[in-house]
């Protein structure tokens, strides 16, 4: 899955630090309406819902899946994006475990690509360092470096 964001081009190795959590998701975004899979609706959409419900997009420490409803009327395609941010953003300033610095935005036109998306994305987060590893990224050729190795290691416990 590594080679997916790379080969469509969705992926975001941002140098700037968001402001805050809502800027995070609009910087997230970016690559997703680039590749016209979004519009700035649906990204709006997922920071109301946020504000709703919580930091319920942060499935694991230090990773955060920022998504709404399938059928959004903002969502143009199904794809996932990736930002990587130099630090963490902060979503609750009282529990680090709701920091994030990996955004795998996800957007889906229907309800079965969009539990497709979060299986596969899972599947590939479960890898043992992917996570401390994606989150050393800071240029194009250390995120080729990461793909080669998570690659390697996939083909070699086949």
């Known amino acids: 899955m590594l080679r997916y964001f790379l080969e469509n081009h969705l992926i975001n190795i941002s140098t700037e630090h968001p402001q805050n959590w809502e800027d995070a998701i609009r910087v997230s975004g970016e690559i997703m309406k680039s590749n016209n899979l979004v519009t700035d609706k649906y990204i709006d959409q997922v920071i109301a819902d946020v504000k709703k419900y919580g930091p319920y997009i942060v499935i694991v420490p230090g990773v955060a899946m920022p998504h709404s409803q399938a059928d959004s009327s903002g969502?143009?395609?199904t794809g996932i994006g990736l930002t990587i941010f130099p630090e963490a953003v902060s979503f609750d300033k009282d529990d680090?475990?709701?920091?994030?610095q990996?955004?795998?935005?996800l957007a889906a036109k229907d309800n079965k690509q969009h539990m497709e998306n979060i299986a596969n994305l899972?599947?590939?987060?479960?890898?043992?360092g992917l996570i401390e590893d994606l989150r050393k990224v800071r240029s194009l050729e250390d995120y080729r470096q990461?793909?080669?190795?998570?690659?390697?290691?996939?083909k070699e416990s086949r």
Not at 122 to 128: A, I, Q, R, T, Y
């Open 96 to 100: 680090s475990e709701k920091d994030a």
């Open 122 to 128: 899972s599947n590939m987060l479960m890898e043992d």
């Open 146 to 154: 990461v793909m080669d190795k998570y690659e390697l290691s996939t």
């Open 102 to 105: 990996l955004f795998f935005m």
């Open 75 to 77: 969502v143009l395609g």
